[in-house]
């Protein structure tokens, strides 16, 4: 089994400041995958980046970038250049091999100000 | 390509009343997912289908039961609605290759069901 843990469950962050987001994770498979995702208040879930296990470089995609750190089980999501449009629910993600499903965090809440 | 789409995006009910939920995924993509999403308890997966099969079922009474049709459009179906069966259902579907590995999973817009 999986578990998620999102310790932060709302943060402010000023205009044009970079932001993590902290992520731990619980698994007893070698192989998985980690995943971040933003949820806008209109509900989607907005993928945003993803981590295998056995990936030796740091995910990036854009301003987005995963902090993975497999010996701490932790995998944070820093976000850089904050814009107003960024403020959402995230939340974290893992998926095991044979669980074919994912499994998320409670989620944290940014809030950008201008 | 288009995005994962369900169908319908709102959807009110009475309690004791059944309701099915569509989901299309993305053209190509053989996985399909659902998640309930509530205030208490969160994103909750609900069952997974590939190539027709379900491969896993969360722990969800029986009145939560689904399908996957041979085109991959899915299909969830809640019988004798509850109150607490008002959620937002999430629809995600990937593109899985042979050796299994991790694919993204695209999200859809979600169904809003309330149950009065």
């Known amino acids: 089994a999986q578990k998620i843990t999102q310790t932060q469950p709302g943060m402010f962050v000023q205009e044009k400041e970079a932001v993590t987001l902290d992520c731990t994770y619980d698994?007893?498979?070698?192989?998985?995958?980690l995943f971040w995702y933003k949820q806008p208040s209109s509900g989607e879930m907005i993928f945003l980046i993803y981590q295998g296990s056995y990936d030796e470089q740091n995910a990036t995609e854009g301003r987005y970038s995963l902090n993975f750190q497999k010996a701490r089980k932790s995998a944070n999501l820093v976000i850089s250049a904050s814009q107003l449009g960024d403020s959402a629910m995230y939340f974290c993600a893992i998926l095991g091999v044979y669980d074919y499903k994912l499994s998320f965090g409670a989620g944290t809440t940014v809030t950008v100000r201008a | 390509k288009a995005g994962v789409t369900q169908t319908p995006r709102y959807l009110i009910k009475t309690r004791g009343q059944q309701v099915t939920l569509s989901c299309s995924p993305i053209s190509g993509h053989r996985s399909v997912s659902w998640y309930q999403q509530t205030p208490g308890q969160g994103l909750q997966f609900l069952f997974e289908?590939?190539?027709?099969?379900?491969?896993n079922k969360g722990n969800f009474p029986g009145r939560f039961s689904g399908r996957q049709f041979s085109n991959s459009r899915s299909e969830m179906n809640v019988s004798t609605l509850e109150l607490g069966d008002s959620a937002l259902y999430l629809c995600?579907?990937?593109?899985?290759?042979?050796?299994?590995?991790?694919?993204?999973?695209?999200f859809g817009p979600g169904t809003r069901l309330t149950v009065l």
């Open positions: 995600a579907s990937s593109l899985e290759s042979a050796g299994g590995s991790y694919n993204e999973q695209f």
């Open positions: 698994t007893s498979d070698q192989s998985y995958g």
């Open positions: 289908y590939f190539s027709e099969t379900q491969r």
